[in-house]
């Protein structure tokens, strides 16, 4: 993509336009987009992705049989009709771009991070094969480029460790008659290894109660009303799971389903979910992969943290899923909050380890806040961000020191190989002609070859096929 060919970037330059530059391409960068075109259609916007598929968490996050809400990436590709936005994929920070470029090529720039790192639970045998983060395992059903095949085969019990939102996807992916996961955009070597058997015994553990568990409820009602699955609920104290009305409305209603779902009758289930609460996990034990897990029962102590009891309780298990939280990720030269994970921000302003404001650096999303929040939540978090931006450009020059001269430009011509938003829709029709030929909406393409061949120009054979007929 030179001058020559962008039409939009040669605008952008020749009007002397402001240049903002986003930092990844998931739903807190493009609702920053959003946002910014909001304040000027013309504003000149460069999003950037380390992969050459926008959308980050829509995409490789949200639960694919989750449909409605991957349906909110086609709201959001209307940000790249914006007249002088181009996507700028398959270019990382740190890697290929450092801080420093794109402090001088634009006058702001919006890091949209996410949290890429997963929290580990501190015990032994963690290390073990079959010991996996929800990040993984996520990245494997999702079909993420950079995740490694999950084999599933002689797995008989699964033990998910945490109480939130994401431990109920993978127990859910789990625990999903295959055949209701068929019209998903799943790759088919997933579909195939989740078809193969079905893992007969699902365990969610949580180290609290179940007052304190951070899963929704329509989440938790969907997963305990699958068919063929049949429900316990353990490991509460008396009276726990009864309905208190000085509690908030979302911990009554998860109460409520948690002592509705084990009244369903299942005659010959096919998996078994089985909650069990106030234990944690001690540790894994196998010679190489993971066999057995012992967990600790825990407590209140009189000040209300966490203690453990000195009783255990051993599940024999062939994989573990840890769901217990994402973390951001420090990146070379940019400041880092490592207690909360997070690039330290006033209300999106980035500043500096000690509250110093660095100017024309924001974040937005869970590199902002921490990896809490359902998808729409980063809309007002960007829109917050984007007013303190947009202050800013208004009081003063901007930071970019020389914004006249294009990034991507400089790039491409030390020969990287940047993805654009053709490269992007070329990988789309392919994976919506696979899909199509299945019956499907689209089915992922997994391979970074597959992909990388696209980006360079090459059509897909059943996008060919598609065209054709
Ligand atoms: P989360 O909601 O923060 O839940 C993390 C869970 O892990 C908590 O139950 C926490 O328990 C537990 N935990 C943390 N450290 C632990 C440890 N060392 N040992 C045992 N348990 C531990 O995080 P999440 O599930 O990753 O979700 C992240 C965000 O994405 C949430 O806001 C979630 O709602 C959202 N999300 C939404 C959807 C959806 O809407 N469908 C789907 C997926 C994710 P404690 O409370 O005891 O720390």
Known sequence: MTDAESGADVTALATGRRRVAVIGAGPSGLFAAQSLLAKDPELSIDIY?????????????????????????????????????????????????TREQLRTHYDAVVYAL?????????????????????????????????????????????????VGNVAIDVARI??????????????????????????????????????????????LRELVNLD?????VDGHRPGELDDDD?????????????????????PEPRVRLRFLFWHRVWRLDGPGEVESVRLEATRPDTEGRLEGTEQWRDLSAQLLL?????????????????????????????????????????????IKRGAVGVIGTNKSDAAETVRHLWDDLAAGPGTGRDPRADLVAVLESAGKPVADFAAWLRIDAAERARGESQGRVRTKI?????????????????AKEMRRA
Not at 195 to 207: A, D, N, T, Y
């Open 49 to 97: 992705d380390r992969l050459p598929t926008p959308y980050g968490l829509l995409r490789y996050g949200v639960a694919p049989d989750h449909t409605a809400i991957k349906r909110v990436a086609t709201t959001l590709a209307r940000v790249f009709e914006g007249r002088a936005v181009r996507f700028v994929g398959q270019v990382e920070l740190g890697r290929d771009v």
């Open 114 to 162: 996410g949290a890429s790192r997963d929290a580990h639970l501190g015990v032994s045998g963690e290390d073990l094969a079959g010991c996996l983060s929800a990040r993984e395992f996520v990245a494997w059903y999702e079909g993420h480029p950079d995740a490694s095949p999950v084999v599933l085969t002689g797995v008989e019990t699964a033990v998910v460790v945490g």
């Open 174 to 219: 789990l625990a999903k008659p295959v055949d209701e996961l068929a019209d998903t955009d799943m790759p088919d070597a997933v579909l195939d290894e989740l078809g193969r058997e079905p893992v007969p015994e699902v365990w969610i553990v949580g180290r609290r109660g179940p007052r304190q568990t951070a899963f929704t409820q329509v989440e």
């Open 228 to 232: 063929g699955v049949a429900v316990t």
């Open 246 to 266: 000085t509690l908030d409305r979302r911990t009554r209603a998860v109460l409520t389903a948690l002592r509705e779902a084990p009244e369903r009758t299942a």
């Open 322 to 366: 840890r769901a217990i939280g994402y973390r951001g990720e420090r990146l070379p030269g940019l400041p880092f909050d490592t207690v909360a994970g997070i690039i330290p921000n006033a209300e999106g302003r980035m500043t500096d380890e000690h509250g110093q404001p660095q100017p024309g650096e924001y974040v937005v999303g869970w």
């Open 446 to 462: 997994a391979t970074w070859q597959e992909l990388a061949g696209l980006v360079a120009g090459d059509e897909d054979e059943a």
